[in-house]
């Protein structure tokens, strides 16, 4: 199937929009990710001990203000794009993630790899998710390595300082499968 030049176009500002959003989040850059959702944002992650649903983008703000804070670390690496148009402000996509999280107060290290599946709605010229959602391949959780020397720690400079930090449990669904 061949793509017009103007889905290539979109296709590409697809997949910075994408990009923006893993950057957004391991940097805690809120006002870069302030106009990535829609308003009536759909997003679902499903990990290994846990499940995360949110409606509408305030939620999606709210949540990963308070996730990716001051005594964590964040690694996202979106891979392998499948976009597909379903419209001609409409497209649907599948990415595989990569991804490190560190957690100094839980004193824990997560590595693991998910599907993304993604809708992109373009409103008022701007492509933005409508919904995205993932599902885990693989998580493994660690805990933190005695004597690891963490040289760089950006979010203790962007994320929210401890007493900042908002009770989220309410969106967070635990199943302790140990």
Do not use: C
């Amino acid at each position: 199937m061949g793509f017009t030049l103007q889905q290539l176009s979109d296709l590409e500002e697809i997949k910075i929009l994408k990009h923006r959003y893993f950057r957004a989040i391991d940097t805690a850059d809120w006002g870069l990710l302030d106009a990535m959702f829609t308003d009536d944002v759909f997003v679902e992650y499903l990990g290994g001990n846990y499940r995360v649903e949110l409606h509408g983008a305030a939620n999606m703000r709210e949540f990963l203000a308070n996730s990716f804070v001051a005594e964590t670390m964040a690694m996202h690496h979106g891979h392998m794009p499948e976009i597909s148009f379903t419209g001609p402000d409409e497209a649907e996509g599948i990415w595989y993630l990569e991804d490190i999280f560190i957690h100094f107060g839980r004193k824990d290290h997560t590595y693991g790899t998910a599907i993304y599946r993604d809708v992109y709605r373009r409103e008022e010229g701007v492509w933005k998710m409508a919904r995205t959602v993932y599902d885990r391949v693989m998580e493994v959780v660690m805990p933190l390595q005695e004597g690891a020397n963490y040289t760089v720690h950006r979010l203790a400079e962007t994320g929210r300082k401890p007493h900042e930090v908002k009770d989220i449990s309410h969106l967070i669904t635990w199943d302790n499968l140990a």
